[in-house]
Every structure is written in C-alpha cells, then in structure tokens.
C-alpha cells in the first residue's frame, strides 16, 4: 500500500465509523425513574425513529442523581465512544434541587455544549425549573441560565421540558418525577427541536 493511500485512509477511519445516532445525556427524568424502561420518553423516541429512521439509533445515557458537575466528568468518554450526531443535554434538575450555583451550572452546560460541537455533534437544550420555595432571585436565575447558554451557542432548546406534566397531575408520589402517563408529553415537547436537527427523511 502506497504512503499516500495510507494517509488517505487513516483520514477517513474515524469518518467511515462515526455511529449516526442519538445520545441523551440526562437525570432521573430521562432515565425514567420509577417506570418500566420501555415507558420512558426516550424509549419512546427510539420507537418513533425506528419506525421512520432506522439509521439514527438512541442511547440512553442519562443517570438518575445526576448533576451537570457528573454529565461534565462523563460525557468525553460518551462521545468518544459512540460519536453521535445528535447530543441532547437534560440536565440541572438536580443542581437547582441542591442549591447550587446558576453560575456553575451555566459553565458546565457550556462545557458540553462546547465537547458536543467539537465532536461533531449537533447539541439539543432541555430546559428545566424548580419550584418557587428556592425563592424568587435563585428560581430566576436558575432558568434564565438555559436561555443564555442556548442563545450563547445558537441551540434548538425546550424552555421548560416538563410543560404540561405539572398542570396535567402526571407526576408520581414523590412530587417530583413525571408518571409513565406523562412521557408521551415529554416526547412531544422535545420532538419540535429534535426535528431541527435530524436528517430530513427522519422528521416526520
């Protein structure tokens, strides 16, 4: 084999094995607490897609506790591994439920925005709220932070991914976590942005 066909090769490798597909980084809302797996929203996005765009495949990478501190430390291997098309973050849940600061939030949401881009991927925002007992100032804060990072890097974003949910009384005792009656809601609030970034052949 010639020096330069090597070179073009090695070239090409990582483009010729690059996986279309999906990876939703999320917490305990994506990763379907206290629901069998197939009652998710994301299991549902799986089956939508597959039925219609076989070749964009979901992986469900999100973790139930999780914080946007464990989606930074997690999320280089992720894309390294499956090199998605489509990365989409739903996480801060639980760093406004810790109290902890808009600030840190918003870097670490820009840091994966910024690992997902220079990936190649293409990054979807899923925002979130907390309740208003956290008072005004941090509650303000808290979301204003989604509609910064998504305006700071140009991202096809849900300003309140739970939309519908509270209203509808779809969420299970503990007061926190949507029912499985509510996870076709989630997906219908996502779907408008996803369809933003898939393939043509794939927004139907």
Request: charged residues 15%; glycine residues 10%; proline residues 7%.
């Amino acid at each position: 084999m010639s020096r330069c066909l090597l070179v073009i090769l090695l070239f090409l490798a990582p483009l010729l094995g690059r996986a279309q597909g999906i990876v939703v980084l999320g917490d305990s809302i994506s990763a379907g607490y206290g629901l069998q797996e197939t009652e998710g929203w994301v299991h549902l996005l799986g089956q939508r897609l597959a039925s219609q765009c076989s070749a964009m495949p979901v992986l469900n990478a999100s973790v139930s506790g999780e914080t946007s501190d464990g989606g930074v430390s997690r999320l280089p291997a992720l894309l390294e591994r499956h090199q998605p098309d489509v990365l989409v973050l739903e996480l801060g849940g639980n760093d406004g439920l810790r109290g902890l600061p808009p600030s840190r939030l918003a870097g670490n949401l820009e840091k994966m925005v910024s690992l997902g881009q220079q990936a190649g991927a293409r990054v979807v925002l899923l925002g979130m709220r907390i309740p208003p007992n956290y008072g005004r100032a941090y509650t303000e804060r808290f979301e204003a932070v989604f509609k910064q990072v998504a305006e700071n890097n140009a991202l096809p974003w849900v300003p309140f991914f739970l939309d519908g949910v509270v209203e509808a009384g779809q969420i299970q005792s503990d007061g926190i976590h949507p029912t499985a009656e509510a996870q076709p809601t989630l997906l219908d609030n996502a779907w408008p942005v996803l369809r933003e970034v898939l393939p043509k052949d794939c927004q139907q």
